[in-house]
Nanobody
Framework: VQLQASGGGLVQAGGSLSLSCVASGGGLSSSDIRSGYMGWYRQAPGKQRALVAL???????TYSDSVKGRFTISRDHAKNTVYPQMSNLQPMDTAVYYC?????????WGQGTQVTVSS
């Protein structure tokens, strides 16, 4: 399965940014992808990769405490795409963001995209 992420970049504190990630291939059908969880993790320098937000089928979503109220995750099942809308970004949100698809017991990862928030 290929996860193609786009978006990211540099933004000032308090600003907003959107990412997107499209899942395709790997022998999974659109129905398979729809039944899995898609979302985002991030890894800041010197820290472990950590969950940002994850969305299941039916718009069930899980957020880390650090982004609740600021980030909104949504999925377009027709396009096998997941979008996090990130607002009120802070320097602590600076990290490499990785798209993730969890299908069954298998995790698939995108290539990562840098988000940098300046103070």
């Amino acid at each position: 399965v290929q996860l193609q992420a786009s978006g990211g970049g540099l933004v000032q504190a308090g600003g907003s940014l959107s990412l997107s990630c499209v899942a395709s291939g790997g022998g999974l059908s659109s129905s398979d992808i729809r039944s899995g969880y898609m979302g985002w993790y991030r890894q800041a320098p010197g820290k472990q990769r950590a969950l940002v937000a994850l969305a299941g089928n039916g718009n069930i979503a899980t957020y880390s405490d650090s982004v609740k109220g600021r980030f909104t995750i949504s999925r377009d099942h027709a396009k096998n795409t997941v979008y996090p809308q990130m607002s009120n970004l802070q320097p602590m949100d600076t990290a490499v963001y990785y798209c993730n698809l969890l299908w069954g017991n298998t995790n698939y990862w995108g290539q990562g995209t840098q988000v940098t928030v300046s103070s």
